[in-house]
């Protein structure tokens, strides 16, 4: 099996920082494109950023400039930098990895989420 394990939310006053870390482990020989989502209170789940294995990134324009997408390939990590917070950032945090097990054999993983709090 495969576990996402993110760390890093809380609270923060608007035009803060935060920086969010994504862990996978267990049964993994590499791992494809990971990502971060947020779900805010009565909202859909919505993408945040991705990123590919050769480090090619994507954002949803409402985090452009903002926030930064990375990852530690060695440690199975991704992380997002977050700067000038917003309260409309206020949501919970999802990582997401597309997970190659054996070659050939490629899986969707979820982490349990994350809450980031932003006050004005």
């Known amino acids: 099996q495969v576990q996402l394990v993110e760390s890093g939310g809380g609270l923060v006053q608007a035009g803060g920082s935060l920086k969010l870390s994504c862990a996978a482990s267990?049964?993994?020989?590499?791992?494809?494109?990971m990502g971060w989502y947020r779900q805010a209170p009565g909202e859909q789940r919505e993408l945040v950023a991705t990123?590919?294995?050769?480090?090619?990134?994507n954002y949803a324009d409402s985090v452009k400039g903002r926030f930064t997408i990375s990852r530690d390939n060695a440690k199975n990590t991704v992380y997002l930098q977050m700067n000038s917070l917003k309260p409309d950032d206020t949501a919970v945090y999802y990582c997401?990895?597309?997970?190659?097990?054996?070659?050939?054999?490629?899986?969707?993983?979820w982490g349990q989420g994350t809450q980031v709090t932003v006050s004005s």
């Open positions: 997401d990895a597309y997970v190659v097990r054996t070659p050939g054999y490629e899986y969707h993983y």
């Open positions: 267990g049964s993994i020989f590499s791992i494809n494109a």
């Open positions: 990123i590919t294995s050769g480090g090619g990134t």
